[in-house]
């Protein structure tokens, strides 16, 4: 008899098992291996960061076909890292420095920087420590930061390159602006809430006198910045005004355009193809200097520009009386002004969506701005390509949709930030004659008149401009090493559908700019993690429970387990704590169908094939291969849920319920070949189920009685189909289950006691032989 306990505790064996697996190097990759390699890349999570359900079930996805690779003869890459997430981590920094009474501004952007250093040499890991609990095998000996000095090289050669190769611009134009964390955000980093509004209506009188045209506005406070009055050219209502001129109510004073201009409060009506005739009265205020869509019609008819804010959202000189409110105030003074002198015609409620800043929740502000800028079209065109070619696959395809119509609408990128954590632009200005030098190195003196008062461009780089490279730079880019050549491109990418054009895309243009190649096959799209009542998953709401809460009430096991079973492909997952007791009963029933076995050993070795001497011996072994079919291609096809299901009900319905039980008689005549075949079996389960439940699959495979067994389930052979032709035998068996689930159903039916018998008839003599030997079932 083998000695196991009674009780499967995950905590007596997680933290040995992982130690015993990164002390033997099995996580670990070999650029020299003969083997076919197989790589994938972390989505690096922030430095900020701690472990959530979405990294959870994430890092599960990727830990699986990982060990499933490794088990099917790959040198696997799987490489971690880090992102340093400039706006987030600084806006952490920044309020630890509130707490003293201090901002960036008071210590400095060299010792602001020291802290950031400091706050990531303490926190920064964090997460990559708690993955661990969750059993993910990433090469540990490779963890990549993304402000490592290698990786700080490959942004700014990155930088140079595409700016000499006229891809890099610095233009003005109207960027995404947050108040809160002084910062231009892309577009795609914006979030749209929905929210209760006004829609107010303003009047502005005629400059000759006769009358007013109304304009409807969600942002009142704005008007100050009004260059003109947009109408559609097809709206025959106000026609006759077009060429006219409205003055700008309360506006007494001029305003200073964007080019030193003097502006005039009486503003000019114009026409635009742009301007929806079915808004509000149908004409339209026109500030260019903060609206995306007025801007565009500012350039199309060269309108001045007038900035009525500072970066900070406070009203500057251009707003004249209203000149030092923020923007929220500055609202209800200028309704309220504008309401006694008798501007206002109505207010109605209004409901829209409004931009908000996806770190800080801050109202984005439309804001006139000098930034560094990447032309994205030339870029987007190889990364549509890509995909309608197939060369690479995007998993559920249904997402191919939303990827071609975000990149035909693509805008140019903007990616400098108004920030000091994070990767420095390197573009230098030489303060004698203005020369501008983009170079890899700071260079010493101008190229133009040799000064040395040189002056590099204070902003940052946008993370995401450093994350586009992340399949490149971690494996050496831009220099020629042996991991780039043989890891990249590769194999899969698995990420959520959120980040689609934050970072999937983008990463095909980088891959295929730099490297002239793709950086993976295959992306694979998981849905996002969300309560019974479909919300997301959040500390505010208190649905978003701990991971390592769960962990160490469930078992890293039970947890993956749980999530595999409830992860449909493409669509959004619904949590239920539920679910993770149905992980860790699995883990439990796997446990005590084990012991039930090893219980029955002598202590002699055996041979790990199998051992064929009964009916349900064949018919297991043909559902067996079948099982490995199944699951195999289900993995193949990143079926995750499939494969889970697959084994889910092959292990509990078919081996525990229905072969255990029968080979109980069996068992207790201490019969070897049944104790031989149902090992056999079971170690085929565990390496099926190692990709899924990695902890408790190892600490019993230690456990498993037969001869020349390899020293970990890591590193065994992935199971084949044997080709058992035993069809014949698995319909009888079939058949003698239909019998008995018809007869438990009659009995329960009945309310009939077990010891009553029931008198059934049987024309086929052979059946009934094979009834009599499984009626104890």
Same mark, same amino acid.
């Given at each position: ?367 006139? %701005? ?233 202590? %002699? ?47 509990? %319905? ?124």
């Amino acid at each position: 008899m083998s000695e196991i306990p009674t009780k499967y505790n995950p905590q007596d064996i997680e933290d040995k098992i992982y130690k015993f697996w990164t002390e033997k190097g099995y996580f670990r990759a070999d650029p020299k291996s003969a083997k076919p390699k197989y790589s994938i890349m972390i989505p690096p999570p922030n430095i900020t960061g701690v472990l959530t359900l979405g990294h959870v079930l994430n890092n599960t996805l990727q830990d699986i076909m990982v060990r499933f690779k490794r088990m099917q003869g790959h040198d696997v890459l799987w490489q971690p890292g880090i992102d340093h997430a400039g706006i987030a981590t600084q806006n952490v920094v920044e309020k630890a420095l509130a707490k003293e009474g201090k901002t960036r501004f008071d210590v400095g952007r060299e010792e602001f920087l020291k802290r950031v250093w400091e706050w990531k040499e303490k926190y920064g890991s964090t997460i990559l420590l708690q993955l661990r609990k969750l059993g993910v095998s990433c090469d540990w000996s490779r963890v990549k930061f993304t402000m490592d000095p290698d990786l700080s090289r490959a942004v700014i050669t990155a930088f140079v390159r595409l700016y000499k190769d006229g891809l890099i611009y610095r233009g003005t134009r109207i960027i995404n602006w947050c108040p809160r964390c002084g910062t231009a955000l892309a577009d795609d980093e914006v979030e749209y809430v929905e929210r209760k509004g006004k829609l107010y209506y303003i009047k502005y009188p005629l400059v000759d006198g006769d009358g007013h045209v109304v304009v409807a506005t969600t942002r009142p406070e704005t008007y100050l910045g009004d260059t003109a009055v947009a109408v559609n050219p097809e709206d025959e209502r106000y026609k006759h005004l077009v060429g006219k001129k409205v003055r700008l109510p309360l506006v007494t004073w001029n305003r200073v355009g964007s080019g030193g201009e003097v502006v005039s409060p009486e503003i000019p009506i114009v026409v635009s193809r742009l301007v929806d005739a079915e808004f509000g009265t149908g004409a339209v205020k026109v500030t260019p200097a903060h609206d995306p869509v007025d801007y565009e019609i500012g350039e199309e008819l060269n309108l001045p520009k007038v900035k009525i804010m500072n970066p900070d959202g406070i009203l500057n000189e251009n707003a004249g009386i209203f000149k030092g409110l923020d923007r929220e105030t500055a609202r209800v003074k200028v309704i309220e002004e504008l309401e006694k002198q008798g501007f206002i015609e109505k207010i109605e409620d209004y409901v829209h969506n409004v931009g908000t800043c996806y770190r800080c929740n801050t109202v984005i502000e439309p804001y006139l %701005s000098p930034q560094w800028f990447v032309k994205m079209k030339p870029l987007a065109q190889k990364a549509t390509e890509a995909v309608k070619k197939g060369e690479v696959q995007i998993i559920p395809n249904q997402f191919e949709k939303i990827y071609f119509n975000w990149l035909d609408n693509v805008k140019d990128w903007c990616i400098s930030r108004q920030i000091w954590w994070g990767h420095r632009i390197p573009v230098f200005t030489c303060q004698n004659c203005g020369n501008v030098m983009v170079e890899e190195n700071p260079p010493s003196s101008c190229s133009a008149c040799g000064s040395s008062n040189i002056v590099q461009d204070e902003d940052v780089l946008d993370t995401w401009f450093s994350s586009w490279l992340w399949p490149l730079s971690t494996l050496g880019w831009p220099e020629d090493t042996e991991y780039l050549r043989r890891y990249y491109p590769t194999d899969l990418l698995i990420t959520g559908w959120d980040i689609l054009f934050f970072w999937v895309a983008r990463m095909i243009m980088a891959g295929y700019y730099f490297m002239g190649e793709k950086p993976f096959h295959r992306v694979y799209l998981h849905g996002l993690i969300r309560d019974e009542k479909r919300r997301k998953l959040s500390k505010s709401l208190g649905n978003s429970p701990d991971p390592l809460d769960l962990i160490s009430k469930y078992g890293a096991d039970g947890v993956r387990m749980g999530l595999m079973l409830i992860t449909p492909e493409g669509q959004d997952v619904i949590y239920s704590e539920k679910k993770m007791e149905i992980g860790r009963n699995f883990a439990n029933k796997l446990w005590n169908a084990s012991r039930l076995l090893l219980m029955n050993l002598d202590g %002699s070795k055996m041979k790990p094939e199998p051992a064929i001497d009964s009916l349900e011996d064949k018919w297991i072994l043909y559902l067996l291969d079948r099982t490995i079919s199944e699951t195999t291609k289900a993995l193949e096809d990143l079926d995750f849920n499939k494969a889970a299901w697959t084994l889910y009900d092959f292990f509990w %319905s078919e081996f525990c319920d229905w072969y255990l039980e029968s080979i109980k008689p069996r068992l207790a005549k201490k019969d070897k070949k049944a104790l031989q075949n149902a090992f056999y079996v079971l170690m085929n389960i565990l390496k099926l189920l190692h990709p899924f439940t990695p902890f408790i699959t190892e600490e019993l495979w230690q456990k498993m009685p037969f001869e020349g067994l390899e020293e970990s389930i890591m590193v065994s052979e992935w199971p084949k189909v044997s080709g058992f032709n035993f069809e014949k035998e698995y319909e009888e068996f079939e058949l003698i289950k239909e019998l008995i689930q018809g007869v438990r159903q009659i009995r329960a039916e009945a309310g009939l006691d077990e010891n009553i018998g029931i008198y059934a008839e049987f024309e086929d003599e052979d059946l009934l032989k094979s009834l009599k030997e499984h009626i104890h079932l």
